[in-house]
């Protein structure tokens, strides 16, 4: 068993603090816990959080320059002028897309989208779809999901008398493209108070914001867009706090009745028409067949399966997205087992750099994913020709990815993207460089505490507490993700009762356990072959969160292990 730190969350609270918490609102200690570590400190986040209600929402009128966006595209609607929507090709562009498209369309806009190819264009505004679009006689595009770095091609698109409103949600730079409006929470001059939203929050903040300026009931918006909201915010692993909760959680509670004809398709494509729709579902059951289009052929098949209007149609372009995931798994463990075979090969690195001309670019970013979790380290794959390199690259918690390529800016042709996840583009004479560049700035950044894997603990439990009514209790905590986090426990001094390999090629760990007289049953996904090193009798610490197993009818408490302790 590989060492790991636990994180034990509850040393950051003050025991005072705690008990005065649970004694305020008649929570066990752990409750009480879990609720201080997700930013609930008093009634008012009391009652917010256990009631993540729509009147929590922040009005989208505290953006900059939404005013004058309204009022630019509600000209634009008025005057029976073309307006293009830009996306990009994963979930969260194809998903802003679709809402604003639909929206507008309802509001009478004569209007289109555009999605860029992933390999011909790659991410973002270029300069050829911008003189295609105002060519076609579009006079306002609108960006979703990008634009916020496209300072050229924006003053490109002036000249070809385009109009621009940017709407993005990721990191700024200093300079801002000079659009109508820019529509972005990470402004650094934001009067924005949520700084996390997906681009398709963004997007729908647009829409909230036009639907009140047109007199529109704008909880009925809410609710007709929150399916597809929920999907590309849950897709783009955005902190699932503040608002975020409260979209994902209202999104996901109409799913299964959904009206749009693509979320039902995909569905039962994906066999989940029978299951609970949770923010796990949609990200490994859902997601990954909305990314397979742009990944393996074109986003444009997700979009038009989300703007069907019927349900045949949806159903075939279901089916599509479902033979492209196929393809994308496939493709996925060729280049994870090359990839792997390389890094093997090399010294040990700091930032792991590993590139071949034959690695498909559309999967690059889920093989780097994985890497960086195998090998504890950042990774970036690239793959190119005639000189040209794309990539992507995952790193670790501590290493923000997006400042150490800002540090080889000047051997980049582009990069962008988050703290843990980025993309970026490269000459293949300078990825030597590169490499060395950035593996000396991962030298000074990262720490032998960084490269152990961490388990976040949030406290100890009491073993009486390990029941159905709190794996019950438990969900009213969801949507779980990114900062909502699913609670982890921490069960010492353990007895496995028994202990077995079990499922396809004995892949998982099945335990039953026992403290203090009560005992339960755990699985271990995917640790089958730590069976051998197990024994019934043995004592241990154990991670776990808590879940509802049903069976034959009968639900009973299940534990989830994270990790194990002897």
Not at 19 to 32: D, G, H, I, V, W
Not at 278 to 285: E, K, P, R, V
Not at 387 to 416: P, V, W
Not at 476 to 502: D, M, Q, R, Y
Request: charged share 25%; glycine share 6%; net charge negative.
């Amino acid at each position: 068993m590989q060492k790991k730190i636990w994180e034990y969350r509850d040393n950051k609270l003050k025991n005072e603090e705690i008990s005065a918490f649970a004694k305020q609102f008649n929570l066990p200690y752990e409750m009480a816990v879990l609720l201080l570590l997700r930013g609930v400190s008093d009634s008012d986040t009391f009652a917010a959080y256990m009631s993540k209600g729509l009147d929590r929402i922040h009005s989208p009128f505290l953006f900059n320059d939404m005013e004058v966006a309204c009022e630019r595209i509600i000209r634009a609607i008025n005057d029976k002028e073309k307006i293009t929507v830009y996306g990009d090709y994963d979930v969260d562009g194809v998903t802003s897309v679709s809402v604003l498209t639909d929206f507008l369309e309802f509001c009478g806009a004569d209007v289109d989208y555009y999605i860029p190819d992933r390999f011909s264009e790659g991410y973002g505004l270029n300069i050829l779809a911008l003189n295609r679009i105002a060519r076609g006689g579009t006079k306002l595009l609108i960006t979703v999901d990008c634009g916020i770095s496209s300072i050229g091609e924006v003053e490109f698109a002036k000249t070809q008398k385009l109009d621009v409103i940017i709407t993005d949600h990721h990191t700024c730079k200093e300079e801002l493209p000079k659009a109508v409006a820019v529509i972005n929470p990470k402004r650094h001059d934001s009067t924005y108070p949520f700084s996390e939203l997906a681009g398709v929050g963004v997007a729908f903040k647009l829409v909230l914001a036009l639907a009140k300026k047109l007199g529109m009931n704008t909880k009925s918006v809410f609710m007709k867009y929150a399916d597809l909201v929920a999907i590309g915010t849950v897709a783009d692993i955005v902190s699932l706090s503040d608002e975020n909760r409260i979209i994902v959680d209202r999104g996901i509670s109409v799913i299964k009745d959904t009206g749009n004809f693509g979320i039902k398709a995909l569905l039962e494509i994906s066999g989940c028409n029978d299951r609970e729709i949770t923010a796990s579902l949609i990200a490994f059951s859902l997601s990954p067949r909305i990314n397979a289009a742009g990944r393996m052929d074109n986003a444009t098949i997700a979009a038009e399966l989300f703007r069907a209007k019927t349900y045949q149609r949806a159903l075939e372009l279901a089916q599509r997205l479902d033979e492209l995931n196929r393809l994308r798994q496939q493709e996925e463990q060729k280049i994870f087992d090359e990839a792997s075979a390389i890094a093997d090969s090399m010294e040990a690195q700091s930032v792991y750099v590993l590139t071949s001309p034959h690695w498909h670019n559309g999967v690059i970013g889920i093989v780097a994913s994985k890497l960086c979790e195998k090998l504890k380290k950042p990774c970036i794959l690239l793959s190119g020709e005639k000189g040209k390199y794309k990539g992507s690259g995952r790193s670790i918690e501590g290493l923000n990815l997006f400042d150490a390529l800002s540090d080889s800016e000047e051997l980049l042709t582009a990069f962008g993207g988050h703290a843990l996840a980025a993309g970026l583009t490269i000459s293949e004479e300078n990825i030597p460089d590169f490499t060395k560049k950035i593996n000396a700035y991962a030298k000074k950044h990262i720490t032998d505490d960084m490269l152990i894997p961490k388990i976040p603990v949030d406290c100890r439990i009491n073993p009486s507490h390990i029941t159905l009514d709190w794996a019950k209790a438990l969900k009213k905590f969801e949507p779980f993700g990114i900062g909502n986090e699913t609670p982890v426990f921490a069960l010492e001094n353990a007895k496995i009762i028994s202990c077995s390999a079990i499922g396809a090629d004995g892949k998982h760990l099945s335990m039953r356990v026992s403290k203090n007289g009560i005992t339960a049953s755990a699985i271990w996904f995917g640790m089958g072959n730590l069976a051998s090193e197990l024994s019934e009798g043995d004592i241990a610490d154990i991670a776990f969160s808590m879940n509802i197993n049903t069976y034959n009818g009968t639900e009973n408490v299940q534990l989830l292990i994270k990790d194990i302790k002897k």
